[in-house]
């Protein structure tokens, strides 16, 4: 079996623990070159991780684990924010 690298870059942490990362570009018949951000933050409470998913340009989060709907509306800040800047570093990144 082969195993697939997914490589996700560094973007954003925060003291709370919070880790946002994001794809190299990617394509599609519905995107013109696109990228997916990811949020982690660790939970005490499950050991574990709560996660979310975003496809950048887009307007949802997907695979959403343990973050409420207002930690959504927090992340959609630095969605709206940060997102375009990450797509930028992964078509430098692609194109170089």
């Known amino acids: ?4 690298a ?17 794809s190299d ?3 599609d018949a519905e995107h013109n070159g696109y990228i997916v951000l990811y949020f982690e933050r ?6 574990g991780f709560d996660s979310a998913k975003f496809v950048y340009p887009g307007t949802s989060f997907s695979d959403v684990i343990g973050f ?3 930690d959504l509306e927090s992340l959609m800040i630095h969605v709206k924010k940060a997102a375009p800047l990450a797509l930028e570093f992964s078509k430098e990144d692609a194109y170089a």
């Open 1 to 4: 079996m082969e195993m697939i």
């Open 6 to 22: 997914m490589k996700h870059n560094p973007l954003l942490s925060f003291d709370d623990g919070l880790e946002i990362t994001f």
């Open 25 to 27: 570009l990617k394509y």
């Open 42 to 47: 660790p939970c005490n409470e499950r050991r």
């Open 68 to 70: 409420t709907d207002k």
